[in-house]
């Protein structure tokens, strides 16, 4: 008797584990194990598949089109992302230091909002907005002397135009992170710093920003991850356009699987895609174990 309890006491974790651990066999290494199959045929979901080689990987060292997304993708990364961790930084700075204010609490509240709506929905709300010809967004815009209307049919403006809402979408997310963190940072550092004369720059710069390293990384990584997968927003407020010039490769892969009837192609164009995400996993890893070790 006491073995078999020692016996259940041993095997009751893993029973706790067991659904969520079907569910991701089944939906993400089972849909991994798909796509990289039917990356070697020619399919295009109607018809069955039919083995074609590597044809679908030598496709892709002369597609001027994937070249293209892959630009559009990188530039949106570049933009979005050092914008997304330096706004986010300073905006839980600035809260933590009001944190038992109302204003504090609102502002926290405030910018976390977006973050809780679908990508789908604030591409359509920004769409309405800065094309719904409103004299109030027209005349602000003015000011700068910016027309709205033309910032998402411009392919020189489009693509940065979606980089800023995504800023706006995922600050408060990185935000509530560096939060955290900011939270967890001893008060008596900064006492310590305040009694030796330091201002409030050498306080951030000297205290906060090291004691944030590990936070910030981590942010970095997540947000170029996230800026790498981009669609929703994409596909609700240009589609891919003006000119492909904001065409991603999520979008792209999406477009040859349901306008192309290029699935086979597509998935080898996505397993590219997940093969980059995959090293930018690792190199999030090593720094965090290596930033680790230094503290």
């Known amino acids: 008797m006491k073995k078999q309890k020692n016996i259940l006491s041993v095997l ?7 659904p969520i651990s079907l569910i ?29 080689g590597l044809f679908n ?12 997304c892959i630009i559009n993708t990188v530039k949106i990364t570049v933009t979005a992302v050092p914008m997304q961790i330096l706004i986010s930084t300073i905006l839980a700075t600035l809260i933590a230091s009001r944190k038992d204010t109302f204003l504090g609490k609102f502002a926290k509240a405030s910018l976390f ?17 800065l094309n719904g010809g409103h004299p109030v967004v027209n005349f602000l815009f003015g000011l700068v002397g910016l027309d709205p209307t033309m910032l998402l049919g411009d392919s020189n403006s489009a693509i940065f135009t979606l980089s800023m809402i995504i800023v706006w979408k995922g600050m408060g997310y990185y935000m509530i992170l560096t939060l955290s963190s900011l939270m967890s940072i001893p008060d008596n550092c900064y006492e310590a710093a305040r009694v ?3 201002n409030s720059w050498n306080i951030f710069s000297r205290i906060t920003v090291p004691m944030l390293k590990p936070t910030l990384i981590l942010n970095t990584f997540l947000a170029i991850i996230s800026s790498m997968q981009v669609f929703d927003i994409v596909y609700t ?59």
């Not at 009751?12 to 067991?18: L, Q, V």
């Not at 798909?34 to 295009?44: D, E």
């Not at 990987?57 to 293209?68: E, H, P, V």
């Open 196 to 198: 030796d004369g330091a």
């Open 24 to 52: 991701l066999l089944t939906f993400v290494a089972g849909s991994l194990i798909i796509a990289v199959c039917y990356s070697f045929t020619k399919y295009n979901i109607i018809t069955p598949a039919k083995f074609n």
């Open 113 to 129: 909002i977006p973050v809780l709506s679908s990508n789908a929905v604030v591409g359509t709300v920004w769409k309405a907005i």
């Open 237 to 295: 407020m240009t589609g891919g356009g003006p000119s492909m010039s904001t065409t991603t490769m999520v979008m792209y892969a999406y477009q040859l699987t349901f306008k192309g009837g290029k699935a086979g192609y597509a998935m080898t164009v996505s397993n590219v895609l997940m093969l980059i995400v995959l090293v930018v996993v690792l190199f999030q890893q090593r720094f965090i174990k290596r930033e680790s070790s230094e503290i």
């Open 57 to 68: 990987y030598q496709k892709l060292l002369r597609d001027n089109k994937l070249r293209q």
């Open 12 to 18: 009751s974790p893993y029973a706790y584990i067991t």
